[in-house]
């Protein structure tokens, strides 16, 4: 599949569609996990945090392993694999859930982004294969509307599996405090097991799809067919750590993917802070990521026919920063529509990062994604340092961590994505 490839990719489009679907469910569950696991281990907000950790930590230590699977394996049956080691971890929720074990659950969320990390070294460049370099991003953005329609599904449907009434953990709360220590360990085993079923199912889907993409004939790929873009040859033997962009690329990524996960992952917990039920906050997750699909299809129809994928890095980054100045600033409920909003802008920095950075590493693409996806690391230690302030000061306060990532983002799209390049090729970007 190369630059000279028909366009017309729907079978394919179709296919890593639903992965991304897949990777939206697994990945933003969380935002249900985190409170939830909160109440029923006991937790600080910091503590709790540690699901975002152990699940993106995977990201940065497996992205290689990853790459070199898939020179190994093909895409295709890289993808096969990475469904069938999220299973596995979906599966390690069952003994977790039966012994009310934090450490366990963390495992099996380590384990389930394994297999992500694997999945999304593959489809992401595929995606950003099956067409030309410099609309990348408008298919990146169908992609990223597969994954947050499932992300805003998700909690909903777990807190359905797993909650017997809207008012009930609400009411479990206020019971709690005047339980005995017995009485109290009994209600959050049951809550625990509650997550047992949910899990088996969820991993039994996730064996299905595997086997289905085994029997699809979606086309294998290899680096050597990439697209660099406008007919330049790719720096075939240069280092991956020279290629600036990339670096540049990579810390961008980090950034982004920092501000996408702390958003939602950390929304639930401050709409409560600021004295909304977990009835009314458990919504607010679902509402950051249907704000990011109407920017995604904002960028659909506006990249590159309107804007460049960088303006629109820029806007992003610029959205980003003046929405959490407010959120800071205005106290009370309102603030939490703030964070909610923050989806607008995030949306569209990974579908505008991604291409930017892998532009011209054409024999590297395969390396230099497995590098991107290291950046994903940023999910799990923003939130951690954003539960360490939030303990220290208080939740509202501690979204200043955005800030610096914003900045950052802001800078990568006005020069940063140039870095290292010919003058003719980052022209072009």
Same mark, same amino acid.
């Given at each position: ?31 249900? =996990? ?180 085994? =029997? ?214």
């Amino acid at each position: 599949m190369n630059a000279a490839a028909p366009k017309k990719n729907y079978g394919p489009m179709l296919t890593i569609g639903s992965l991304f679907f897949v990777f939206g469910f697994v990945t933003w569950v969380n935002s249900v =996990l985190i409170p939830y696991f909160k109440l029923i281990c006991g937790l600080s907000v910091k503590e709790a945090m540690l699901v975002a950790f152990a699940f993106y930590i995977s990201y940065f230590v497996m992205a290689f392993p990853s790459s070199i699977i898939l020179k190994k394996t093909g895409y295709k049956n890289g993808m096969m694999l990475g469904l069938f080691v999220m299973a596995a971890g979906a599966l390690v929720f069952v003994p977790a859930a039966s012994t009310r074990a934090y450490g366990i659950f963390l495992i099996g969320l380590f384990i389930e982004a394994t297999g992500l990390t694997l999945l999304q070294t593959a489809a992401n460049p595929y995606v950003t294969i099956l067409g030309p370099i410099e609309s990348a991003a408008s298919r990146i953005s169908i992609m990223g509307v597969c994954n947050k329609l499932a992300g805003a599904i998700a909690p909903l449907l777990l807190v359905g599996a797993i909650v017997k009434n809207p008012n009930e953990i609400d009411q479990i709360k206020a019971q709690l405090v005047t339980m005995s220590a017995i009485q109290k360990n009994a209600v959050l085993d049951e809550l625990s097991s509650r997550l047992i079923s949910p899990y088996i199912v969820i991993s039994l889907v996730l064996i299905g799809l595997g086997l289905l993409i085994k =029997l699809t004939s979606l086309p294998d790929i290899h680096d050597q067919n990439t697209t660099t873009g406008a007919g330049l040859k790719p720096a075939e033997n240069k280092s991956l750590f020279q290629h600036k962009h990339l670096l540049l690329g990579a810390l961008a990524i980090f950034c982004g993917v920092s501000v996408e996960v702390l958003a939602v992952d950390s929304i639930i917990n401050y709409a409560q802070y600021t004295g909304l039920s977990f009835r009314e906050a458990k919504y607010f997750a679902t509402y950051t990521l249907l704000i990011m699909i109407i920017s995604y299809f904002i960028g659909i129809f506006t990249i590159p026919k309107i804007i460049t994928q960088r303006k629109a890095l820029t806007i992003s980054a610029t959205i980003g920063i003046l929405l959490t100045v407010l959120a800071i600033t205005i106290k009370g409920p309102t603030s939490v529509w703030f964070i909610s909003l923050l989806g607008l802008g995030n949306a569209l920095l990974w579908p505008s990062i991604w291409p930017l950075s892998l532009s011209g590493l054409g024999a590297a693409t395969s390396k230099g994604s497995a590098l991107l996806i290291m950046g994903v690391v940023g999910g799990g230690l923003a939130p951690l340092a954003y539960g360490a302030l939030s303990d220290a000061a208080n939740p509202q306060l501690a979204y200043w961590v955005l800030i610096p990532f914003y900045l950052f983002i802001l800078y990568f799209s006005i020069s940063g994505y140039k870095a290292g390049k010919p003058r003719l090729q980052a022209a072009l970007a």
